[in-house]
Nanobody
């Protein structure tokens, strides 16, 4: 059974930083691309960032480009999201997700391409 567990969320002032982690278990982590998504109250889940299985390809949503950095440590079965210059509009529940197919080329921003999801971690940015 695949499990994804997010951690690192919390309350931070605007301009601050947080680093989220996503610990994976249950299948060969290093074979699957991963992604971060977020959902704010009353809004649909939206794409934040993605990384391919090797870590060599990354992709970001425009609102976070230049502020967030996605990375992974395949030896630790863990993915990260370093968030800097946080804004109140970044407030949301952040979810990590694992791609359906192993060793796919590139990344994906579409939820349909991910089959396992974590429970989410709350990030709140105060103004």
């Amino acid at each position: 059974q695949v499990q994804l567990v997010e951690s690192g969320g919390g309350l931070v002032q605007a301009g601050g930083s947080l680093k989220l982690s996503c610990a994976a278990s249950g299948r060969t982590f290093s074979s699957y691309g991963m992604g971060w998504f977020r959902q704010a109250p009353g809004k649909e889940r939206e794409f934040v960032a993605a990384i391919n299985w090797s870590g060599g390809i990354t992709y970001y949503a425009d609102p976070v480009k230049g502020r967030f950095t996605i990375s992974r440590d395949n030896a630790k079965n863990t993915m990260y999201l370093q968030m800097t210059s946080l804004k109140p509009e970044d407030t949301a529940i952040y979810y990590c997700a694992s791609r359906r197919q192993p060793r796919t080329y590139g990344t994906s921003s579409f939820t349909k391409d991910y089959d396992y999801w974590g429970q989410g971690t709350q990030v709140t940015v105060s103004s």
